[in-house]
């Protein structure tokens, strides 16, 4: 913000605060930050952090990961792994956003050689905004789909379903007696053609497809064959997409002010409904049976010595608190100086690892009334990612009584778990654009926001065609993968071996007071050692057991993996690229120019003047982008 207009002598604060106020709406009476604004209340970045942390894969996949990985056994790996790994990362980021109120680009002025690692994070949450809003359009048309009598899925309806759909294995094949003497085996559809009746005891069954499932395939996605099969725009699930970017831009066109308010409901409300689905759970027949499979007597503690079950607990830790995605730390930079980034961090890991555990509970209490009801093994309905939420589950609820208002409820909680983590993405995109061009945000910041959700929305309309559900896939298994591990095993590594980790526990102290050695003990362990070996061991884990990504038994193309890796390198590609660049306008030979850039831009600090003490009292003016330069050094010894 230009010094002339709100020079820091002025005794009239209040008419300070009045022309900040009008000139920029982001900007309230009581923030301490004119330039950027702060969070109107603490519970609004508390909520908006939960929000952003507890999201779809909370419900759809830790559930199945539990069940699959030895039930209650699990939980050893995964409380272990957010200890380790998960927390450590999330208070680091918190921190770093707070200390200098930058977002996840402009904060690398801490470490300028690797500014691309802040690029390639807001990339890949700019390729998950694309297709996550895709899933919560998904959600609104089953939502609005499921007001109605009865759930158009309960049936199989001849205008969709064709012979393959019930809920009940399908004869194939039987024995039929042709004379006397002679038995043989005949195709099912022959028998009833030829008015034969096949013999007790001889059909031969497979299971048939539910109602849900050709609902999900043939209607809500009218899924082509494959990849190379784009088909029309599905125009139901466009507008159904438009509708959830217009939310997304209504709720975010005065940025974290107007947010920080709608997440009161969207963080909120998918408790009430979880409970809600519990409750009800609870009290059906088989729902025990469910919940035994899921946490209970079926808990496998001898699982516990397969490796798989712990790089699942890592990686789903990794994943759930999104960490090295840029939104915490664009989240975090809208704190005030002083607020305690440690016990936040706290408070939410622990409220986002216990909602993943509570959901489950939801999940498989019905889903056990399903397996009762059905006369199958819990085994065999339990499901993960799209299966469990818009098949699996939906496919339970239609066999409830009054089974459209429970859906509404399963569907209506799908919707606000995806906008608050939508609404943390875009944030991370358009406090990027605050911190690169503060002027143009000053002046038009809801052109910008609206702009932005229009042109996602446009580049997302390929993944509401017939062949969108590969391209969703597709995006989420390349982008939303490797590149987060590299970001978050360079960020770890630059911030705690470069820069310092001791020092940048002094910059935490600056917020937050001093603490004791022993308090930081525990820290110092994770980040130095622990946590960037165990992301470097998922790493590379990962790349050994990569496979050719598949949308259950269809593979893609050779073009369509080509197009996958094109966009992780586009992602991952900007991280050599500034650090070329950093280096070239540096300044002195080769190795100072490297050592330079390896060193904290001159800008580097706390944002207000107020707050940099005596560590900080010489740095330059934070608002302007200023590369950290060395003198070149003349052959006196003596700086030119």
Request: some cysteine; overall charge neutral.
């Amino acid at each position: 913000m230009n010094k002339l207009k709100y020079p820091s002598s002025f005794k009239c604060r209040g008419k300070e605060k009045v022309t900040a106020s009008s000139e920029n709406f982001h900007v309230g009476e009581n923030d301490e930050n004119l330039d950027r604004g702060n969070w109107s209340k603490k519970s609004d970045y508390l909520l908006s952090m939960v929000g952003y942390a507890v999201g779809l894969g909370n419900v759809w996949r830790f559930p199945y990961l539990t069940y699959n990985n030895g039930g209650g056994a699990f939980l050893i790996p995964y409380t272990i792994m957010l200890a380790l790994a998960g927390l450590p990362l999330f208070f680091l980021e918190c921190s770093l956003g707070q200390f200098a109120s930058l977002g996840p680009v402009s904060v690398w002025r801490i470490l300028p050689l690797f500014q691309g690692v802040g690029i390639t994070m807001v990339l890949i949450s700019i390729f998950v905004t694309i297709y996550y809003n895709v899933i919560i359009a998904y959600s609104l048309y089953y939502l609005f789909a499921s007001f109605g009598s009865q759930l158009p899925w309960a049936t199989c309806s001849p205008s969709w379903s064709d012979e393959n759909c019930s809920r009940s294995p399908i004869v194939t094949f039987c024995n039929v007696s042709i004379n006397a003497s002679e038995i043989i085996q005949m195709n099912k559809s022959w028998v009833d053609n030829n008015n034969f009746t096949c013999i007790n005891g001889s059909q031969v069954y497979e299971p048939g497809q539910l109602p849900s499932e050709q609902y999900w395939n043939k209607v809500t996605l009218q899924r082509s064959s494959g990849m190379d099969e784009t088909g029309v725009i599905v125009w139901y699930l466009a507008l159904c997409l438009l509708l959830a970017w217009l939310i997304v831009g209504a709720a975010l066109f005065k940025g974290i002010k107007s947010s920080g308010k709608v997440v009161y409901f969207t963080a909120l409300f998918p408790y009430l409904v979880l409970l809600i689905l519990l409750i009800r759970g609870a009290t059906l027949e088989g729902a025990s049976k469910g919940i035994s499979y899921y946490i209970g007597s079926q808990s496998n503690f001898t699982k516990l010595r397969e490796a798989e079950v712990w790089k699942d607990a890592a990686t789903q830790i990794f994943y759930s608190l999104s960490v090295a995605w840029g939104g915490l730390v664009a989240l975090s930079s809208y704190n005030k100086f002083n607020n305690n980034c440690y016990s936040d961090a706290i408070v939410v890991c622990l409220t986002n690892c216990l909602t993943s555990v509570f959901a489950g509970f939801a999940i498989f209490s019905i889903l056990g009334h399903m397996a009762h009801i059905s006369g199958k093994e819990v085994s065999q309905v339990v499901k993960e990612g799209f299966d469990l939420a818009f098949v699996a589950y939906p496919e339970a609820l239609a066999q409830l009584p009054v089974g459209p208002f429970w859906s509404i409820l399963f569907f209506f909680m799908l919707l606000t778990l995806g906008l608050d983590s939508q609404f943390a993405s875009i944030e991370t995109i358009t406090t990027t654009i605050q911190d690169l061009f503060p002027k143009l945000m000053k002046k038009m910041r809801v052109p910008v926001t609206l702009g932005c959700c229009l042109v996602l929305f446009l580049l997302g309309l390929v993944c509401v065609t017939q062949a969108g559900i590969y391209w969703v896939n597709l995006i989420d298994h390349f982008c939303a993968g490797w590149g987060i591990l590299i970001a978050a095993i360079l960020e770890i590594i630059g911030i705690i071996w470069i820069y310092g980790g001791n020092r940048f526990i002094e910059d935490i102290e600056m917020m937050i007071g001093a603490k004791r050695w022993i308090f930081w003990l525990w820290w110092r362990a994770c980040w130095f050692a622990i946590t960037p070996i165990l992301l470097i061991a998922i790493f590379i884990w990962s790349v050994a057991t990569f496979q050719r990504p598949t949308y259950g038994t269809i593979e893609y193309p050779d073009w369509g993996i080509a197009v996958g890796w094109c966009m992780i390198i586009f992602c991952i590609i900007w991280i050599p690229i500034m650090a070329i660049m950093k280096i070239i306008q540096a300044r002195g030979n080769i190795f100072q120019r490297i050592a330079s850039c390896c060193k904290p831009a001159s800008n580097w600090g706390p944002y207000l003047e107020r707050h940099r003490g005596e560590r900080y009292k010489s740095m330059a003016d934070p608002k302007k982008e200023n590369d950290h330069e060395i003198p070149t050094i003349s052959g006196s010894g003596k700086p030119e």
